[in-house]
T-cell receptor
Framework: LAKTTQPISMDSYEGQEVNITCSHN???????ITWYQQFPSQGPRFIIQ???TKVTNEVASLFIPADRKSSTLSLPRVSLSDTAVYYC??????????FGAGTRLTVKP | EPEVTQTPSHQVTQMGQEVILRCVPI?????FYWYRQILGQKVEFLVS????????KSEIFDDQFSVERPDGSNFTLKIRSTKLEDSAMYFC??????????????FGEGSRLTVL
């Protein structure tokens, strides 16, 4: 199973763009990269998923370089409500979805 | 929006007692999961379930744990004889397919288990 490495924590201010990078050096050819968000005392929630290059949805963008050994979650113009833990997962099927420690993002006013 | 529902939201039990945590997955989903999260720690995979049998389980999911889908809607996690270290938030999740690409995991709000 591909192991992921993320910063333990990040701080930001409202209105700023936040980029969280995840390293996954031993990603397999069939693996997809998925990011989940978790608020305190709630279940994780899907944010975005990608395989290569760039993916964008209404809440975030995901940048994946050609070698796929890392990925960057970009949150545009964060607000206080974006304070949460963000998990990067690498897997091909849902049975392999193992959560790491995640990145605790704190957005300050 | 369809959602995964879990009951109870919080259960307090004595060490050695049996506990059953219940989940109602999203109705058209076929794959079901249990995860747990000890306070302040990461989300840990316990077990996945498909077609009325366990697909995969982690090393945490030992003989004191069991899962079943007793009817067409509920998915349960039973802890036979609870220990102090079983105190955690237990999350149920479901997905339409097994593949990550086509099967986003939908999580419930969790059941907090406190073992005294």
């Amino acid at each position: 199973l591909a192991k992921t490495t993320q910063p333990i924590s990040m701080d930001s201010y409202e209105g700023q763009e936040v980029n969280i990078t995840c390293s996954h050096n031993n990603i397999a050819t069939n693996d997809y990269i998925t990011w989940y968000q978790q608020f305190p005392s709630q279940g994780p929630r899907f944010i975005i998923q990608g395989y290569k290059t760039k993916v964008t949805n209404e809440v975030a963008s995901l940048f994946i370089p050609a070698d796929r050994k890392s990925s960057t979650l970009s949150l545009p113009r964060v607000s206080l409500s974006d304070t949460a833990v963000y998990y990067c997962l690498v897997a091909y099927n849902n049975n392999d979805m193992r959560f790491g420690a995640g990145t605790r993002l704190t957005v300050k006013p | 929006e369809p959602e995964v529902t879990q009951t109870p939201s919080h259960q307090v039990t004595q060490m050695g007692q049996e506990v059953i945590l219940r989940c109602v997955p999203i109705s058209n989903h076929l794959y079901f999961y249990w995860y747990r999260q000890i306070l302040g720690q990461k989300v840990e995979f316990l077990v996945s379930f498909y077609n009325n049998e366990i697909s995969e389980k982690s090393e945490i999911f030992d003989d004191q744990f069991s899962v079943e889908r007793p009817d067409g809607s509920n998915f349960t996690l039973k802890i036979r004889s609870t220990k102090l270290e079983d105190s955690a938030m237990y999350f149920c999740a479901s997905s339409e397919t097994r593949d990550v690409y086509t099967g986003e995991l939908f999580f419930g709000e969790g059941s907090r288990l406190t073992v005294l």
